[in-house]
């Protein structure tokens, strides 16, 4: 499935039928397969999908991120240009420059040697950027994404910050070289509850305020849906379903999708929690028709045979044989958050 702009509208990442597979003793095993989406400039999407259904493997090879022995098939275009066909050095200034990845846990990947202020200005530095104006520019943009006492922090060592005063420093280094493209993977797994919103909050201003595009990858349908226009929902390396995170949120149409809503814990619904039977699959263990038939209440013989293909049913895109039946007969997803 390829995945045409809205009229106006300009891709800044047009990734289509990516596919990584990775070898493992003497067999390639596929953990990605066929995902396609189109993310505007400007634009949010959030990669929804439980442990293992390869959301992080998407996004390190929309980076280019990806172990040297693992195979990529498709295309990913950044700006019309073929990130597969970047030379090493283009490939160098890209992730320098136009694209930044906020992780989930910032202890794995800043230097627990070199101070904050070291740390946030190296890439401005590199560019050229005088240490002075450098340290200038972070201590602002600290002081932006809400870290008290700047000048305090910025000459002290990672140890002696929070997790979440931690996650602010890396939000702030991509930040510091204007990105356009942004991915979070899981930002907020590791922060506590309070700091998980502030960090959100942080994070959709960045968008608006810098017109910075924003990949959102995370298992929390309903942090997705706060931050971002879109969601694809990702189960076993496929899209099974694609579209505006207003109407995603409250009216999925693939049974994996309504899974998900359903199994939301509720505050102020008193009905029992709806678990999907079984477990999730990665790509590699999926069966060979729908992916996600071994799991699906609504699963009928077509559905063990031929994988589906996302095609557009209502104002979604959606893989399941049976997407007309549910949108024709859709009850409202019980056990979600009103
Ligand atoms: N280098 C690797 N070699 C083999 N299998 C891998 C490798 N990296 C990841 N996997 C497997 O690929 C599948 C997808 O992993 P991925 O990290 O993309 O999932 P995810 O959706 O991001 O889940 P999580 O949130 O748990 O990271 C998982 O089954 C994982 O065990």
Not at 212 to 231: E, F, I, K, N
Not at 272 to 288: D, H, M, N, Q
Request: hydrophobic share 40%.
């Amino acid at each position: 499935m390829t995945e045409k702009p809205a009229a106006g509208e300009e891709l800044l990442l047009d990734v289509r039928d990516l596919a990584v597979s990775v070898p493992v003793g003497r067999e390639q095993r596929p953990l990605v397969t066929d995902v396609s989406f189109g993310l505007p400039v400007g634009g949010s999407l959030g990669l929804v999908g439980e442990s293992g259904s390869g959301k992080s493997m998407t996004a390190r090879a929309i980076l280019r991120l990806l172990q040297r022995d693992a195979k990529v098939s498709g295309s990913v275009r950044f700006e019309g240009e073929d990130v597969y066909g970047m030379s090493k050095s283009r490939l160098r200034a890209w992730h320098a420059r136009e694209v930044g990845m906020i992780y989930q846990d910032p202890r794995a990947h800043i230097n627990p040697l070199r101070t904050i202020g070291d740390f946030l200005t190296e890439g401005l530095r590199q560019s050229g950027v005088s240490t002075s104006d450098a340290y200038e520019q972070a201590e602002a943009l600290l002081k932006r994404v809400g870290v008290g006492n700047a000048d305090v922090r910025i000459r002290q060592f990672p140890h002696q910050l929070s997790g979440g005063l931690l996650q602010r420093v890396m939000i702030a280094s991509v930040l510091l070289m204007k990105p356009k493209l942004v991915i979070a993977d899981e930002p907020t797994t590791a922060l506590d509850v309070t700091i998980q919103e502030a960090v959100m909050v942080i994070l959709d201003e960045m968008r608006r305020a810098e017109g910075v595009s924003l990949l959102m990858v995370t298992h929390d349908l309903d942090l997705a849906a706060a931050v971002t226009d879109r969601l694809a929902v990702v189960y076993a390396g496929r899209v099974v379903e694609l579209g505006a995170s207003a109407t995603m949120h409250e009216d999925g149409i693939h049974p994996y999708a309504r899974g998900l809503l359903a199994s939301r814990p509720s505050t102020s619904c008193k009905e029992r929690l709806k678990v999907i039977p079984g477990r999730p699959v990665a790509a590699f263990e999926a069966p060979s028709g729908c992916v996600f038939a071994d799991r699906c209440d609504l699963v009928e013989d077509v559905c063990r045979t031929d994988r589906p293909s996302l095609r557009e049913v209502a104002t979604h895109r959606v893989a399941c044989h049976r997407a007309d039946e549910i949108v024709a007969d859709r009850a409202p997803v019980v056990g979600g958050r009103a």
